[in-house]
């Protein structure tokens, strides 16, 4: 069963970046649609930008311009570059993946465990 891992979560104070990673335990999923929801207990998990095996992304407005996501195919790993972190965006962060699925629909058959951003002064 493949594996999502993700990485690079932390502690950060407002304005600051952060870069998530999402490592595959499989080369396959270089081939599939990668993407980054983010989470606050209490309210429903958020998409915040997918992009396919070629790097073409789209975004949702919940962070904009703010985040950028991005991919090496030869790491079988996904990228979230996260900039002006505003307090609101701590979250639990979730990479997730789909062989079939990328545009029209967030709903993705493999997900990670997640990994916390903290933006906190």
């Known amino acids: 069963q493949v594996q999502l891992v993700e990485s690079g979560g932390g502690q950060v104070q407002p304005g600051g970046s952060l870069t998530l990673s999402c490592t595959a335990s499989?080369?396959?999923?270089?081939?599939?649609?990668m993407a980054w929801f983010r989470q606050v207990p209490g309210k429903e998990r958020e998409a915040v930008a997918r992009?396919?095996?070629?790097?073409?992304?789209t975004y949702t407005q919940e962070m904009g311009d703010r985040a950028t996501i991005s991919r090496d195919k030869g790491k079988n790993t996904a990228y979230l570059q996260l900039n002006g972190l505003k307090l609101e965006d701590s979250a639990m962060y979730y990479c997730?993946?789909?062989?079939?699925?990328?545009?029209?629909?967030?709903?993705?058959?493999?997900w990670g465990h997640g990994i916390q951003v903290t933006v906190s002064s």
């Open positions: 499989s080369h396959t999923v270089s081939l599939y649609c």
């Open positions: 992009a396919n095996s070629d790097g073409v992304a």
């Open positions: 997730a993946a789909d062989p079939v699925l990328c545009f029209g629909t967030w709903e993705y058959s493999m």
